[in-house]
């Protein structure tokens, strides 16, 4: 795909996008697309201002340039000067002759009513945070569609890369059996001291050696080995199931299991585990999502947060070629594995603002429908009154283990999307082992998230 012919029409006209959110991702976007021919970035929404201050000088915007505005009145002025504006108050945006807005707040309440804002005022909707997606995604979608707008993950995040990749194999015939992520963390084994070190953690791996390879055992069993050998390592992350979440929304792929099979597995290995179990693997069928945590040594090259499908081998003198030439295969020569290895955050989401802007285009899913909802176990008994409280890097719930279920209707015992019971109170307990339902948590008044939700439901559950 030659980008620059796809593209063309870059730097004809001024696309002008909004970002919402200043974090590891909002700051990577605002340096990329200072470099972008025909991009300009002239606003970001942020509970910090100081953050996005500090991000556009990385990005070579001089200090007197920025506006931190408090009125429509400073808003107007500093948007006809050309100024980079900053607001900690979103709704001062709305109206702004913007082409497209960035959702990356990963703030569920706070996302919904940012991508209301954005359709509203009749801006392409690019959406990076997940938390927002996983809950009511189909219905943004939709909304976007009916006004002549685009909604679409963003372009570098895994979700909307393997998505890509999903798509580019069915456009060829190929046969998809699995596709999925590594999580964000490698599980980087140092045989001399015989550890395992993931995302800063050190753990003794002692024997991890005799399973390094799998020979000719069964798959599962050495994967059930490797696991109990390195339980005190994270092994599922809330992200990694939300992420999949959407990839099932968009293409009709789903998990076999709630919370995913997660090998511990070299890369080399995904052909051999992630397939059917009639074809040696751990899979019960095809077009199955699942996640693994690459294991490598120091010296080996990372998957974290790559993307990958395991395909069929049809013909098998093509893919004995491609094999000499480095591509993995399975034991016995039935599937192949293809990835794209990493996944650079905000720095390629301009691509998924000019195929909005020029093409018209989402690089996610283009017409997404509620597959799989992102639901949440109790690990431990939680009275009546338990606060679900959302923090940390990731966004987790303290207590609540999540998983993938068969999306529903967000009412009465069905299941509570994880993001919807977010910063909300128990009205009655929950067992450890149950999952929480819509019934026991305390409705939000004017929740924009779950009134959505309930539009979403209405549309597509009716």
């Known amino acids: 795909m030659n980008y620059e012919i796809l593209f063309g029409r870059a730097g004809e006209r001024t696309i002008r996008a909004g970002l919402v959110g200043a974090g590891e991702f909002g700051s990577s976007f605002l340096f990329q697309a200072r470099r972008v021919k025909g991009l300009e970035v002239p606003l970001v929404i942020t509970r910090t201002p100081e953050r996005a201050i500090e991000a556009w000088e990385r990005a070579g915007v001089p200090r007197e340039e920025i506006t931190v505005a408090e009125s429509e009145g400073e808003v107007k002025k500093a948007f006809e000067?050309?100024?980079?504006?900053?607001?900690?108050?979103?709704s001062l945006a709305a109206g702004l002759p913007l082409d497209v807005l960035v959702e990356g707040s990963g703030h569920p309440e706070a996302g919904a009513g940012y991508a209301e804002m954005a359709?509203?005022?009749?801006?392409?909707?690019i959406m990076v945070s997940k938390e927002v997606d996983s809950v009511i995604g189909p219905e943004l979608a939709a909304r976007a569609g009916r006004q002549g707008l685009v909604y679409s993950q963003a372009e570098g995040d895994q979700p909307s890369l393997l998505i890509g990749l999903i798509s580019w194999a069915r456009v060829l015939g190929l046969e998809v059996l699995a596709a999925g992520k590594s999580s964000e963390y490698d599980f980087v084994f140092d045989p001399a001291a015989r550890t395992v070190t993931s995302n800063r953690v050190t753990v003794e791996a002692a024997g991890l050696e005799k399973l390094w390879h799998l020979g000719q055992r069964r798959a599962a069993e050495v994967v059930r080995e490797r696991s109990g050998l390195l339980a005190a390592l994270p092994q599922r992350a809330v992200p990694d199931l939300c992420e999949m979440g959407l990839v099932a929304n968009a293409t009709g792929f789903r998990p076999d299991r709630p919370c995913l099979h997660a090998p511990v597995a070299r890369t080399v290995e995904i052909p051999d585990l992630l397939c059917p179990a009639s074809r040696?693997?751990?899979?019960?069928?095809?077009?199955?999502?699942?996640?693994?945590?690459?294991?490598r040594r120091p010296d080996e090259a990372s998957l974290g947060g790559g993307v990958f499908i395991v395909v069929r081998v049809e013909d098998e003198a093509t893919w004995r070629v491609l094999e000499a030439k480095g591509h993995p295969l399975d034991r016995g020569g039935r599937q192949a594995l293809l990835y794209h290895p990493a996944h650079l955050l905000g720095v390629e989401t301009p691509v998924s603002i000019l195929a909005a802007a020029l093409l018209g285009q989402p690089t996610g899913g283009e017409r997404p429908r509620p597959v799989c909802d992102l639901a949440g176990r109790a690990r431990q008994d939680l009275p009546a009154g338990t606060l679900l409280a959302m923090g940390g890097h990731h966004h987790l719930i303290e207590g609540v283990e999540a998983e993938l279920v068969e999306a529903a209707p967000a009412r009465g015992d069905n299941p509570i999307p994880f993001y919807l019971m977010a910063n909300r109170r128990l009205k009655e307990e929950v067992r450890a082992g149950e999952l929480i339902t819509v019934a026991k948590v305390e409705a939000k008044e004017g929740s924009v998230l779950a009134r959505l939700r309930a539009e979403q439901d209405r549309r597509f559950f009716s």
């Open 280 to 295: 040696g693997g751990l899979l019960e069928g095809e077009e199955v999502l699942d996640i693994v945590n690459c294991l």
């Open 119 to 125: 359709i509203e005022s009749g801006w392409h909707l």
């Open 81 to 90: 000067q050309g100024r980079k504006i900053v607001l900690a108050e979103g």
